[in-house]
């Protein structure tokens, strides 16, 4: 008597007599995938890898997702972006830039004649896009090495903070970070146009220190560091935004520690909560100096 013919469950057309080690079906050699014992069909590899626990950092963050550090990369290259379009469209700057309230006038290439703008107008918007957008190659004391030392500063530390935060926690980060440095430029010098991403940055330097701390490392570098950090905010006051920095640098400190020192059980839910809690902050101070600018304007 003839044994029975047994065909690949994929493949019906394919004869075969291995079958995968956990569901016993039937596979051929173009559906086998190697296993500790035997060969295993395409779904119980995915059924495995759904049940394998992923691993993460100390903060919360998959280590296999912070490989490569994409959201350093991407916040580059819209910021280089950003300035490769400001540079074909000067009128960039005054229509997006950081402006809690003020008149644009015709040169500035916005409209026509003289015009009210900025977040007390209901231009919301330039909070985020004020941190997008640098100072032209003429412009300022920097001119194009404003960009350049963003991107550089970006690059060094970006990736190290997105590697142990993760690349949600650390975006998440980055954006109220930026946002913060917005806010306090509206709070303190709503009437002047403010760009650059230096408020998300030192809000990035100060996760920085909160993550060396929490993962126990040697304090005399990282010390230095933030206290070079410190020096240049008050230097450069002199003919920077402080505002953006300080604002960038307590939202993202504040941000950070609610990252690192949240209790394991829960603490997703805990750090979302947290950032959640700063965003409605910051958007309460936001409503209260619209109301005051708008209610006492100029």
């Not at 994929?10 to 060969?39: F, L, N, W």
């Not at 009210?116 to 412009?139: K, N, Q």
């Not at 980055?174 to 230096?198: E, F, K």
């Not at 330097?205 to 005399?220: P, T």
Request: hydrophobic fraction near 45%; aromatic fraction near 10%; charged fraction near 15%.
């Amino acid at each position: 008597m003839e044994a029975a013919v047994t065909t690949c469950y994929r493949h019906p057309k394919y004869e075969t007599y291995v079958s995968c080690t956990r569901c016993d079906r039937y596979i051929c050699p173009d559906c086998m995938r190697e296993a500790a014992v035997g060969h295993q069909c395409p779904e119980c590899v995915k059924d495995g890898h759904r049940s394998v626990r992923q691993a993460r950092t100390v903060f919360g963050g998959s280590v296999a997702g912070a490989a490569a550090p994409v959201v350093t990369y991407t916040l580059i290259a819209v910021n280089v972006l950003a300035y490769l379009g400001e540079l074909a469209r000067p009128d960039i700057v005054p229509r997006f830039g950081m402006l809690g309230w003020g008149v644009l006038g015709p040169e500035s290439g916005v409209h026509p004649g003289p015009s009210v703008a900025g977040v007390a107008e209901g231009e919301w918007y330039r909070l985020f896009t004020g941190a997008f957008l640098h100072l032209s190659p003429t412009g300022g004391t920097f001119g194009i090495m404003h960009i350049v030392m963003n991107m550089f500063c970006l690059w060094n530390i970006g990736r190290t903070v997105e590697e142990q935060l993760g690349r949600a926690r650390y975006a998440g980060l980055y954006l109220l970070s930026a946002l913060g440095g917005s806010v306090l430029v509206y709070l303190i010098a709503p009437h002047s146009i403010v760009v650059g991403a230096s408020g998300a940055i030192f809000g990035v330097s100060a996760s920085y220190y909160v993550i060396c701390r929490r993962l126990g490392h040697d304090m005399r570098a990282v010390n230095r560091f933030l206290a070079g950090l410190l020096i240049w905010m008050v230097v450069s006051a002199l003919f920077t935004s402080w505002q953006a920095h300080l604002g960038g640098l307590l939202t993202g400190g504040l941000v950070s520690l609610a990252l690192a020192y949240a209790p394991r059980k829960n603490r997703t839910a805990i750090q979302v909560v947290a950032a959640a809690g700063v965003l409605a902050l910051l958007i309460v101070l936001v409503l209260m100096k619209t109301s005051s600018l708008t209610s006492y304007p100029g």
